[in-house]
């Protein structure tokens, strides 16, 4: 089992950064995909950013790509989320989630969730 912990959330304005981080306690970190999802009020939770074991295969939401980058230190046990030129859509709760395939695209296939961490954009 994993539990997931996030952090790094705020309030920002449009055109900041945030870091978000996500803390993993269990065993064989390594060998979960890991994803960040986000969903805003009203709205169906999305995949934002996927990363493989290794790190050697990523994925992006087409809105995020160019502005996020998802990584992971396998030693740390730890998932990131570089969020650059933040807008006021990108404002959501996110969450991470850890998946036993390499890469996972589809909630269905995550059995790990944190708590979320909550970020508003303001305008």
């Known amino acids: 089992q994993l539990q997931l912990v996030e952090s790094g959330g705020g309030l920002v304005q449009a055109g900041d950064s945030l870091r978000l981080s996500c803390a993993a306690s269990?065993?064989?970190?390594?060998?979960?995909?890991m994803g960040w999802f986000r969903q805003a009020p009203g709205k169906e939770r999305e995949l934002v950013a996927a990363?493989?074991?290794?790190?050697?295969?990523?994925y992006y939401t087409d809105s995020v790509k160019d502005r996020f980058t998802i990584s992971r230190d396998n030693a740390k046990n730890t998932v990131y989320l570089q969020m650059n030129s933040l807008k006021p859509e990108d404002t959501a709760v996110y969450s991470c989630?850890?998946?036993?395939?390499?890469?996972?695209?589809?909630?269905?296939?995550?059995?790990?969730w944190g708590q979320g961490t909550q970020v508003f954009v303001s305008s």
């Open positions: 989630a850890a998946s036993p395939n390499s890469l996972a695209i589809g909630a269905r296939e995550y059995e790990y």
């Open positions: 269990g065993r064989n970190f390594g060998r979960f995909g």
């Open positions: 990363i493989s074991w290794t790190s050697s295969s990523i």
